[in-house]
């Protein structure tokens, strides 16, 4: 019997090709892991943002005092936290385009019933986290039920949800929020250490130990590299996806909350006017989270949205006027990208999520 | 919207080029003193050429695929390669239709010597393939599909000339027995519709030279017989017309001509009278079957648990009414040919496909609303055929590529899966099936293939299955990973594991089970067990002959 001539990977020689195999004598050794270490997009991210760091503080050194760091880091929380529901739906081969009105839906809602009722904070949480959920579940249900390619579906709802954030508003906007929402929003745990720096820190947290420790994670991975595969391995494929779709919303939902703290106020444009969907995507690209699915983590998102604050904050310093803030994003994304060899899959964003095989019955 | 205006832009440029070397070149040759005018009355005209191949040698990778084959195609004759799967047919005919590059060796069309042909290149000398699967642009309708990348201008050298197109398009699709609006869309035919089109655009294209690659392995008997109908009108029209088949009833019934070629060597080459079914078997499968040792002597599995029990099982119309069962620590072969329902059956019993009729019992209990998860807990796993679609996840760990298929039964802390629980697990498993790999944190898809597959089966033993189908173990991987894998089959059925072993190899068979069911169309033609496997008779039951 001959080999067949079509698949090449027959003839590929056996050679377990690790990371960076050493060719020199042992005193590469060294050398190798730091070139290891130094490949990680975390790794990188973070040597970036130093860097930037200390150029900005070099030439201003008012870039460097303490208050302007916290600023940075709070400024960056609420994009960190929508990025990072943001990863897990791109993990999961897909995008969420609908995260900036999940997010204004939230912050209006919340800012209305505060302004005019009083609205204890904690009910506000819950208020908003209903919402982002809620509405996660009409993104998901559009992907993962009725099966429409991710990008279409999300910008469906992108403009529904957009339409009744619309409508909520009326033309009004929220300007006398309790004071118990803009002080939590410019509060300090410890002197220095802004609360909303250390909330993104445990959104991050969690979700890292979400999709590295427990099944439904790891199932991200596994349905956003091949979904074919992962449901002939018996992972409940729709399910998974669902799932990111509804955690990326509730997510969105928790960013509105903390928007409204911050900005103290809230209008029919909130989430669009801060351009959430393209800082949530730029974040989670140049954190190495590819849209191929997959590859990647919510740690480098997060990292992503800390040097995005600080590119933005850097611009300002240097009086850049902020109209070209977009463009500066923008470079920074196709940077990234460019970066991670693969480049963006377009046809793959308009493909059905997953088909499930018509004889299946879950 | 891209796919359609590249093809036009190269259409534009084609239709120039063509003018000048290709449909004027080929109809001055064919046609001395005619002047060549567009439509399908100077397209019936058109006489095929002698094609020859002399001495073409082709491999991929290292493993040779064709040696020192020849081949001569006469005009007025279908002269058809019979050959079992992966014996080179296809290969050689992507070759002289300019798909693919000999190594070695020439091609002569007339007393031309043809060097660097490319598909383009091929066409305009009048060389066209009808591919396996048509490959006609689904939302064009079938006059662009006709004459794509030779779209006609009209007077004002910008526009589209469609009306003298969409004439000529009519005219071909009556020329072979179509009758449909040449402006319906592509996707609204069928598949047998679709087969007739591509011949069309032969035509179109003004080759007289046509190959078809197992153009009827798609279609059922009364479709393949009005395709026979259209080649036998244009053989005594004169074209030239190659054809592969493993069907060998069609085979006698349409050639003129028949070669065999058995591990890309011609073994057999003779006119349509001087052969017969028997010769034909004989020269495909060829003597030697057995090559190797068995792994393990045959194995009497009466009295023994039955373990997976399949009744009746059909889904049309891929196979229908198809029972076995297997008994634990038996090894039951599915062989037949790519298309015999062997995967497809594979993938009804895992539930990844529509089940009509029948049942499958797992130690007899009935899976009724069967999907993957279900199966595997019920200790029913599968080893996909296509390992990359359906197998591994390349971009990920390989050892969570093993532990994938349990990650629900991982021994938790709270939510949290306990990571040294799931590390030794996927040692031992990798352990097992001697996966080479730098550390279990390797990404899958920087081992080979062989390890790759040594990968996904410690995945599917790590479920503790009790039943085990493996869909081509051993394709695409090296000989070395193919002696484990036998030697790690012999030693799951000793340990008492049910196992279906589905594979293209009958070699592979003969050496490792103790039943073989055969395929054929969607049936299984027959059951043979112990020595019997050894003879020849299970080649001649997949390619539909019969027991001798």
């Given at each position: 019997m001959t080999t067949l001539p079509t698949p090449p990977a027959s003839a590929a020689p056996a050679q377990a090709a690790g990371p960076v195999v050493s060719r020199a004598g042992p005193g590469s050794v060294a050398l190798n892991l730091l070139l290891n270490v130094l490949r990680r997009r975390e790794v990188q991210l973070v040597l970036a943002i130093l860097g930037l760091f200390a150029l900005c503080t070099a030439l201003h050194p008012q870039f460097g005092v303490a208050s302007n760091i916290a600023f940075i880091l709070a400024d960056s929380v609420t994009i960190m936290i929508v990025a990072v529901?943001?990863?897990?739906?791109?993990?999961?081969?897909?995008?969420?385009?609908?995260?900036?009105?999940?997010?204004?839906?939230?912050?209006?809602?919340?800012?209305?019933?505060?302004?005019?009722?009083?609205?204890?904070?904690?009910?506000?949480?819950?208020?908003?986290?209903?919402?982002?959920?809620?509405?996660?579940?009409?993104?998901?249900?559009?992907?993962?039920?009725?099966?429409?390619?991710?990008?279409?579906?999300?910008?469906?709802?992108?403009?529904?949800?957009?339409?009744?954030?619309?409508?909520?508003?009326?033309?009004?906007?929220?300007?006398?929020?309790?004071?118990?929402?803009?002080?939590?929003?410019?509060?300090?745990?410890?002197?220095?250490?802004?609360?909303?720096?250390?909330?993104?820190?445990?959104?991050?947290?969690?979700?890292?130990?979400?999709?590295?420790?427990?099944?439904?994670?790891?199932?991200?991975?596994?349905?956003?590299?091949?979904?074919?595969?992962?449901?002939?391995?018996?992972?409940?494929?729709?399910?998974?996806?669902?799932?990111?779709?509804?955690?990326?919303?509730?997510?969105?939902?928790?960013?509105?909350?903390?928007?409204?703290?911050?900005?103290?106020?809230a209008t029919s444009t909130s989430g669009s006017d801060g351009n959430?969907?393209?800082?949530?995507?730029?974040?989670?690209?140049?954190?190495?989270?590819?849209?191929?699915?997959?590859?990647?983590?919510?740690?480098?998102?997060?990292?992503?949205?800390?040097?995005?604050?600080?590119?933005?904050?850097?611009?300002?310093?240097?009086?850049?006027?902020?109209?070209?803030?977009?463009?500066?994003?923008?470079?920074?994304?196709?940077?990234?990208?460019?970066?991670?060899?693969?480049?963006?899959?377009?046809?793959?964003?308009?493909?059905?999520?997953?088909?499930?095989?018509?004889?299946?019955?879950? | 919207m891209w796919v359609p205006l590249r093809y036009w832009r190269s259409g534009e440029m084609s239709a120039h080029n063509l003018s000048l070397d290709g449909l004027e070149v080929l109809a001055r040759q064919n046609e001395p003193g005619t002047r060549v005018t567009s439509g399908?009355?100077?397209?019936?005209?058109?006489?095929?050429?002698?094609?020859?191949?002399?001495?073409?040698?082709?491999?991929?990778?290292?493993?040779?695929?064709?040696?020192?084959?020849?081949?001569t195609f006469e005009p007025g004759e279908i002269h058809t390669i019979v050959g079992e799967n992966g014996a080179g047919k296809s290969t050689l005919v992507k070759i002289m239709a300019g798909i693919y590059q000999p190594d070695s060796g020439e091609l002569l069309l007339g007393q031309d010597r043809l060097a660097g042909l490319t598909p383009r290149s091929a066409q305009h000398r009048g060389i066209y393939l009808v591919p396996q699967e048509p490959a006609l642009m689904a939302s064009l309708s079938i006059t662009e599909n006709l004459f794509v990348g030779i779209l006609r201008?009209?007077?004002?050298?910008?526009?589209?000339?469609?009306?003298?197109?969409?004439?000529?398009?009519?005219?071909?699709?009556?020329?072979?027995?179509?009758?449909?609006?040449?402006?319906?869309?592509?996707?609204?035919?069928?598949?047998?519709?679709?087969?007739?089109?591509?011949?069309?655009?032969?035509?179109?294209?003004?080759?007289?030279?046509?190959?078809?690659?197992?153009?009827?392995?798609?279609?059922?008997?009364?479709?393949?017989?009005?395709?026979?109908?259209?080649?036998?009108?244009?053989?005594?029209?004169?074209?030239?017309?190659?054809?592969?088949?493993?069907?060998?009833?069609?085979?006698?019934?349409?050639?003129?001509?028949?070669?065999?070629?058995r591990d890309g060597a011609k073994v057999l080459s003779a006119p349509r009278s001087e052969v017969d079914k028997a010769a034909l078997v004989k020269a495909m499968i060829g003597r030697e079957l057995i090559t190797r040792e068995r792994v393990r002597p045959h194995f009497d599995a009466a009295g023994r648990k039955e373990m997976l029990a399949v009744e009746g099982l059909t889904s049309a119309p891929s196979f229908e009414e198809v029972s076995f069962s297997v008994r634990a620590g038996e090894i039951v072969g599915l062989a037949g040919l790519v298309g015999s329902g062997r995967t497809e059956i594979a993938e009804t019993i895992f539930g990844l496909r529509r089940t009509d009729r029948g049942t499958v019992r797992v130690e007899g209990r009935l899976l009724e609303h069967r999907a993957p998860r279900i199966c595997i807990d019920?200790?029913?796993?599968?080893?996909?055929?296509?390992?990359?679609?359906?197998?591994?996840?390349?971009?990920?760990?390989?050892?969570?590529?093993?532990?994938?298929?349990?990650?629900?039964?991982?021994?938790?802390?709270g939510p949290l899966?306990?990571?040294?629980?799931?590390?030794?697990?996927?040692?031992?498993?990798?352990?097992?099936?001697?996966?080479?790999?730098?550390?279990?944190?390797?990404?899958?898809?920087?081992?080979?293939?062989?390890?790759?597959?040594?990968?996904?089966?410690?995945r599917w033993l790590l479920a503790g299955p009790r039943v085990a189908i493996f869909d081509e173990p051993t394709r695409g991987v090296d000989v070395g990973a193919k002696d484990d894998i036998y030697r790690l089959v012999a030693q799951l059925a000793d340990e008492g594991l049910a196992l279906v072993l589905i594979s293209s190899e009958l070699n592979e068979l003969t050496i490792t089970c103790d039943r073989v069911l055969a395929m054929y169309e969607g049936q299984v033609v027959g059951e043979l067990s112990g020595a019997e496997i050894a003879d020849a008779s299970l080649g001649a039951l997949v390619v539909g002959g019969h027991l001798k």
């Open positions: 529901g943001q990863t897990i739906v791109v993990l999961g081969r897909g995008i969420d385009l609908s995260v900036s009105p999940v997010l204004g839906m939230a912050a209006v809602s919340a800012g209305f019933l505060a302004a005019d009722n009083n609205l204890n904070i904690w009910l506000a949480l819950l208020l908003v986290l209903a919402i982002g959920t809620g509405l996660g579940v009409g993104s998901g249900f559009l992907v993962s039920v009725v099966g429409i390619p991710p990008i279409i579906a999300t910008l469906a709802t992108l403009t529904i949800y957009g339409g009744w954030q619309f409508i909520i508003c009326g033309g009004m906007s929220v300007i006398n929020i309790p004071a118990v929402y803009t002080n939590f929003g410019a509060a300090n745990l410890l002197p220095g250490v802004p609360w909303l720096v250390v909330i993104g820190a445990g959104v991050v947290s969690v979700a890292y130990l979400f999709l590295k420790k427990t099944v439904t994670g790891r199932s991200v991975y596994a349905v956003g590299n091949n979904a074919d595969a992962a449901f002939r391995a018996g992972i409940p494929v729709r399910r998974i996806l669902f799932t990111t779709y509804v955690i990326s919303g509730f997510l969105a939902g928790l960013a509105g909350l903390i928007y409204l703290c911050q900005i103290g106020s959430t969907n393209l800082m949530s995507i730029a974040a989670t690209l140049i954190g190495g989270t590819t849209l191929l699915g997959g590859r990647g983590g919510p740690v480098g998102s997060a990292l992503g949205a800390v040097f995005l604050s600080e590119a933005l904050q850097a611009m300002i310093s240097f009086r850049i006027n902020e109209i070209w803030d977009p463009a500066g994003v923008g470079l920074l994304i196709l940077i990234a990208v460019v970066a991670d060899r693969k480049g963006v899959p377009v046809r793959q964003l308009f493909r059905q999520p997953f088909r499930q095989p018509a004889g299946a019955t879950r | 399908p009355s100077a397209a019936v005209g058109l006489q095929g050429k002698r094609y020859t191949a002399n001495s073409v040698t082709k491999s991929f990778d290292g493993a040779a695929v064709l040696s020192e084959v020849s081949i201008r009209g007077r004002l050298r910008f526009n589209v000339d469609w009306a003298s197109m969409k004439r000529e398009a009519s005219a071909h699709l009556a020329r072979v027995g179509l009758d449909i609006d040449p402006e319906c869309r592509a996707e609204e035919l069928s598949v047998a519709q679709q087969q007739l089109v591509e011949c069309a655009r032969a035509l179109v294209h003004r080759c007289a030279v046509i190959y078809f690659d197992e153009p009827t392995s798609p279609l059922t008997a009364k479709e393949a017989g009005t395709l026979f109908d259209v080649m036998g009108s244009l053989r005594s029209d004169g074209y030239t017309l190659g054809f592969i088949s493993h069907r060998l009833d069609e085979v006698l019934a349409i050639s003129d001509r028949v070669t065999v070629l019920a200790g029913l796993v599968y080893l996909p055929e296509d390992r990359g679609r359906h197998g591994i996840f390349a971009e990920v760990e390989v050892e969570r590529n093993v532990t994938a298929g349990v990650i629900p039964r991982l021994e938790r802390f899966l306990k990571p040294s629980a799931e590390r030794v697990m996927a040692q031992q498993a990798t352990e097992k099936t001697a996966v080479r790999m730098a550390s279990l944190d390797t990404l899958m898809k920087a081992l080979s293939g062989g390890n790759q597959q040594r990968a996904m089966l410690s």
